[in-house]
């Protein structure tokens, strides 16, 4: 295995790593019929844990690297082609090279950035040769593997939180008397109708049969995912091209809702002499999302409380054709499908870069990247009808709201580094590497806010006549670093390596902003000794390395050490009007 990564060559080939580092099978992940590829590296490789903390599909699952590792969080800086990005983005069949940097020694050359370990991804590029064009699809059903034998049988229900309310207070959950109960019975086998019955006081009491969960709950999703590629070129010059489509069903089952996801990649390499060689990377990738809420009183959603809770089996789910809400206006909410959040995002990288060899065994890299976001957030709220137990009151809830959220943001990388190899005597063999990294990144984000909307079905803000919300923010940070690495070996049996890295962070004050980020790391292979012959059809490979880094941590705020004014808007009125005043900074 060749680890010669386009972010910073580590090595020349596993074998004499000194550092931590674990690699993938590309195949192992380019097989698996999912969205993204944090989900195919479950189980892949030791040490790099995938944990999904939410029941959302869309929030993406956390990655840490042999384990946590601050009070503060952290996650591994993922560095794709060079230039740190989401995994979430990538398509799974466009990976060449898949490492982990684990330990300090391997990751001190990220400086401040590297604390919670690096992952290091190459995405294909074209290849000398005749033109290859290669087609997949697959088309999966996703299902949850949690347990879901949640009570639906009424009487059974009905006894349970009875029994569980009569030992914490001595009353009835439920209101149901034994020959309710025996009602409640009859229903769950089917051998009467589910019915209501009208009390002397109006309330009602009812006595129905619903499963809750089957019928907020998809059990299976589709998906399907299309890829392409085409590959081929001379010796002169190289082009790769792929895309990918992938489709998939969110979990809702009361309203249908889709999750899209397209990804475009181009590569084109370009021999310009034999001293010089350009090329250039563009990926261009793109979610679009909606998911179906809403309550009472504003969004919720189907993962809020607001949905799933005082979801009674004995309850119905409509009572002719008119939503039941016993509480909060979830399920009445989700049942008129016109609450809704919608999301788009598309993010476009371009890298340029050039490699010259202006001598033998020197080589010298520049790449300049730019990565535009742009994510565009919509929620829409709208009234909804329903019958409010206990009386069956016609009631209208929900809002009248449209907010829209936009986000654009810039960011900057630049690399210039030198690489020299050398071998004397045969048997010695070194390498050095010098370099120079800069990164800026510019971000501002607009929220407007619009009630009062004249058209239900559609969702824009001229359509208001209520002006709530229109603010915005903005941040940027700036990093700059010069690092290098030595590597020594003698015969392939005795490894050194030196890495370090001088970083300078802006999310610091100016006097503490520069940090040092040294490692040293040793190997050797007794299997390679002579002494090692007798046993070698035993244990064929033996190596022992050790190491020490030291890392830094640039996980905290933008403006830590600044002193910031916030803008706020006070909640009562002065003239007619609300106040706009500024608060005071922190000390």
Same mark, same amino acid.
Request: net charge neutral; charged share 20%.
């Given at each position: 295995?060749?680890?010669?990564?386009?972010?910073?060559?580590?090595?020349?080939?596993?074998?004499?790593?000194?550092?931590?580092?674990?690699?993938?099978?590309?195949?192992?992940?380019?097989?698996?019929?999912?969205?993204?590829?944090?989900?195919?590296?479950?189980?892949?490789?030791?040490?790099?844990?995938?944990?999904?903390?939410?029941?959302?599909?869309?929030?993406?699952?956390?990655?840490?690297?042999?384990?946590?590792?601050?009070?503060?969080?952290?996650?591994?800086?993922?560095?794709?082609?060079?230039?740190?990005?989401?995994?979430?983005?990538?398509?799974?069949?466009?990976?060449?090279?898949?490492?982990?940097?684990?330990?300090?020694?391997?990751?001190?050359?990220?400086?401040?950035?590297?604390?919670?370990?690096?992952?290091?991804?190459?995405?294909?590029?074209?290849?000398?040769?005749?033109?290859?064009?290669?087609?997949?699809?697959?088309?999966?059903?996703?299902?949850?593997?949690?347990?879901?034998?949640?009570?639906?049988?009424?009487?059974?229900?009905?006894?349970?939180?009875?029994?569980?309310?009569?030992?914490?207070?001595?009353?009835?959950?439920?209101?149901?008397?034994?020959?309710?109960?025996?009602?409640?019975?009859?229903?769950?086998?089917?051998?009467?109708?589910?019915?209501?019955?009208?009390?002397?006081?109006?309330?009602?009491?009812?006595?129905?049969?619903?499963?809750?969960?089957?019928?907020?709950?998809?059990?299976?999703?589709?998906?399907?995912?299309?890829?392409?590629?085409?590959?081929?070129?001379?010796?002169?010059?190289?082009?790769?091209?792929?895309?990918?489509?992938?489709?998939?069903?969110?979990?809702?089952?009361?309203?249908?809702?889709?999750?899209?996801?397209?990804?475009?990649?181009?590569?084109?390499?370009?021999?310009?002499?034999?001293?010089?060689?350009?090329?250039?990377?563009?990926?261009?990738?793109?979610?679009?999302?909606?998911?179906?809420?809403?309550?009472?009183?504003?969004?919720?959603?189907?993962?809020?409380?607001?949905?799933?809770?005082?979801?009674?089996?004995?309850?119905?789910?409509?009572?002719?054709?008119?939503?039941?809400?016993?509480?909060?206006?979830?399920?009445?909410?989700?049942?008129?499908?016109?609450?809704?959040?919608?999301?788009?995002?598309?993010?476009?990288?371009?890298?340029?870069?050039?490699?010259?060899?202006?001598?033998?065994?020197?080589?010298?890299?520049?790449?300049?990247?730019?990565?535009?976001?742009?994510?565009?957030?919509?929620?829409?709220?709208?009234?909804?009808?329903?019958?409010?137990?206990?009386?069956?009151?016609?009631?209208?809830?929900?809002?009248?709201?449209?907010?829209?959220?936009?986000?654009?943001?810039?960011?900057?990388? !630049?690399?210039?580094?030198?690489? /020299?190899?050398?071998? %004397?005597?045969? *048997?010695?063999?070194? @390498?050095?590497? =010098?370099? $120079? +990294?800069?990164?800026?990144?510019?971000?501002?984000?607009?929220?407007?806010?619009?009630?009062?909307?004249?058209?239900?079905?559609?969702?824009?803000?001229?359509?208001?006549?209520?002006?709530?919300?229109?603010?915005?923010?903005?941040? !940027?940070?700036?990093?700059?670093? /010069?690092?290098?690495? %030595?590597?020594? *070996?003698?015969?392939? @049996?005795?490894? =050194?390596? $030196? +890495?370090?890295?001088?970083?300078?962070?802006?999310?610091?004050?100016?006097?503490?902003?520069?940090?040092?980020?040294?490692?040293?790391?040793?190997?050797?292979?007794?299997?390679?000794?002579?002494?090692?012959?007798?046993?070698?059809?035993?244990?064929?490979?033996?190596?022992?390395?050790?190491?020490?880094?030291?890392?830094?941590?640039?996980?905290?705020? =933008?403006?830590?050490?600044?002193?910031?004014?916030?803008?706020?808007?006070?909640?009562?009125?002065?003239?007619?009007?609300?106040?706009?005043?500024?608060?005071?900074?922190?000390?």
């Amino acid at each position: 295995y060749h680890q010669d990564l386009h972010s910073f060559p580590t090595r020349r080939s596993s074998d004499l790593l000194t550092g931590a580092v674990g690699q993938i099978n590309t195949s192992d992940i380019s097989t698996r019929p999912v969205p993204d590829i944090v989900n195919s590296l479950q189980g892949l490789i030791p040490g790099l844990n995938i944990q999904q903390n939410s029941g959302d599909p869309r929030n993406a699952p956390e990655i840490n690297i042999r384990g946590f590792n601050s009070i503060n969080g952290g996650s591994p800086l993922v560095l794709i082609d060079g230039i740190e990005g989401d995994l979430n983005r990538l398509n799974p069949s466009d990976i060449e090279n898949f490492s982990i940097l684990k330990d300090a020694a391997s990751a001190s050359i990220y400086g401040a950035r590297g604390a919670f370990g690096v992952i290091l991804i190459t995405t294909k590029r074209g290849t000398a040769g005749k033109t290859s064009v290669d087609y997949s699809n697959n088309i999966g059903w996703t299902t949850p593997t949690t347990r879901t034998d949640y009570i639906s049988d009424p009487y059974l229900y009905a006894k349970t939180i009875d029994d569980a309310i009569f030992g914490y207070n001595g009353t009835s959950y439920s209101g149901y008397d034994e020959d309710d109960y025996e009602i409640a019975r009859k229903v769950a086998n089917g051998e009467i109708e589910p019915y209501k019955e009208l009390l002397p006081n109006g309330n009602y009491k009812f006595f129905d049969k619903t499963n809750w969960y089957d019928y907020l709950f998809r059990k299976w999703q589709p998906s399907i995912n299309h890829n392409i590629s085409i590959s081929g070129g001379t010796d002169k010059i190289k082009g790769y091209l792929s895309g990918r489509y992938y489709k998939t069903k969110t979990i809702e089952n009361v309203v249908d809702a889709n999750f899209n996801k397209f990804n475009l990649k181009a590569n084109v390499i370009f021999q310009a002499t034999k001293w010089l060689e350009i090329s250039n990377n563009i990926q261009f990738s793109q979610a679009d999302d909606i998911i179906y809420g809403g309550y009472k009183s504003g969004w919720g959603g189907m993962w809020s409380t607001t949905t799933w809770y005082y979801l009674f089996a004995f309850h119905p789910i409509s009572i002719d054709g008119i939503p039941f809400d016993n509480w909060q206006g979830g399920p009445a909410a989700l049942a008129a499908g016109n609450n809704w959040q919608k999301s788009h995002s598309e993010q476009l990288i371009n890298t340029l870069s050039a490699k010259l060899t202006p001598l033998k065994d020197l080589d010298i890299i520049f790449e300049y990247s730019k990565r535009i976001t742009n994510d565009a957030n919509s929620t829409r709220l709208n009234q909804f009808q329903s019958l409010l137990a206990p009386k069956l009151t016609l009631t209208t809830g929900g809002l009248n709201r449209l907010t829209e959220y936009r986000n654009r943001n810039y960011y900057n990388v !630049l690399n210039l580094y030198g690489t /020299y190899s050398k071998t %004397f005597l045969n *048997d010695h063999n070194l @390498k050095l590497m =010098l370099g $120079f +990294n800069q990164e800026d990144y510019e971000a501002d984000n607009v929220i407007s806010e619009q009630g009062d909307l004249l058209i239900p079905a559609l969702e824009n803000l001229s359509l208001g006549t209520n002006i709530l919300r229109a603010t915005g923010s903005a941040s !940027l940070w700036a990093l700059r670093g /010069y690092f290098g690495r %030595f590597n020594y *070996d003698y015969k392939n @049996k005795y490894l =050194l390596e $030196f +890495n370090a890295r001088y970083d300078g962070s802006s999310r610091f004050p100016e006097n503490s902003r520069w940090g040092f980020f040294p490692s040293v790391s040793l190997g050797w292979y007794p299997s390679r000794e002579n002494f090692w012959t007798p046993i070698a059809d035993i244990i064929n490979t033996l190596k022992l390395r050790a190491s020490y880094g030291k890392l830094g941590n640039q996980t905290v705020g =933008l403006y830590t050490f600044s002193q910031t004014l916030g803008i706020s808007q006070s909640t009562w009125l002065a003239n007619s009007a609300k106040l706009t005043y500024a608060t005071v900074p922190d000390p």
